[in-house]
């Protein structure tokens, strides 16, 4: 192996440092560079008829695959709008049947709480909806899932809230 190192060493330094042609190539360079581009009559049309051609194709065709494909992604995200719906639906429910065994609403602050759960629920509904009938928009996703998610919260932030017991014969 050291012998295969030794020789590529001696080749490396066998070979010449510089490579010059045969004949001097810049002044046959110079006169292309300084040459007007004259393009043929037949030369242009070809790439603007291949250009049209393809514009043609693509707005000819479009109108028939689009109704297609929206109609599937539109399916597809209906289906999966319902269930992410139905999900919420069982963990909220989940949610407020651990609330009654902690009576949170007599805590002073139950009302801001179940008035801010109320407008949250109020809102996703309309955002549903909307999103029922414009399913690709992504916006009103993310809108739809962080209402979800503050109710969720805001459920959960009510069932820490401080609960004032009332004494038995106490007057009201």
Same mark, same amino acid.
């Given at each position: 192996m050291a012998n295969n190192s030794n020789q590529l060493a001696q080749l490396i330094d066998d070979a010449p440092k510089e490579m010059t042609p045969a004949e001097d190539l810049w002044p046959e360079i110079a006169r292309r560079l300084d040459a007007p581009t004259t393009a043929q009559p037949n030369q242009l049309w070809r790439p603007f008829a291949l250009v049209s051609l393809l514009l043609l194709a693509l707005l000819i065709g479009k109108p028939f695959l689009t109704p297609e494909i929206a109609a599937q992604?539109?399916?597809?995200?209906?289906?999966? $709008?319902?269930?992410?719906?139905?999900?919420? %639906? !069982?963990?909220?429910? @989940? +949610?407020?049947? *651990?609330?009654?065994?902690?009576?949170?609403?007599?805590?002073?602050?139950?009302?801001?709480?179940?008035?801010?759960?109320?407008?949250?629920?109020?809102?996703?509904?309309?955002?549903?909806?909307?999103?029922?009938?414009?399913?690709?928009?992504?916006? $009103?996703?993310?809108?739809?899932?962080?209402? %979800? !998610?503050?109710?969720? @919260? +805001?459920?959960? *932030?009510?069932?820490?809230?401080?609960?004032?017991?009332?004494?038995?014969?106490?007057?009201?």
């Open positions: 992604n539109h399916d597809a995200l209906l289906a999966t $709008l319902a269930v992410i719906n139905t999900q919420h %639906q !069982q963990q909220v429910t @989940e +949610l407020a049947q *651990q609330a009654t065994h902690v009576d949170w609403q007599i805590s002073p602050y139950g009302q801001p709480v179940e008035n801010g759960i109320k407008q949250l629920k109020d809102a996703a509904k309309q955002i549903y909806q909307n999103l029922q009938l414009n399913p690709t928009d992504k916006q $009103l996703w993310q809108l739809w899932l962080w209402t %979800q !998610q503050r109710e969720i @919260e +805001l459920i959960k *932030q009510g069932q820490n809230l401080p609960v004032i017991q009332h004494k038995a014969g106490e007057i009201i």
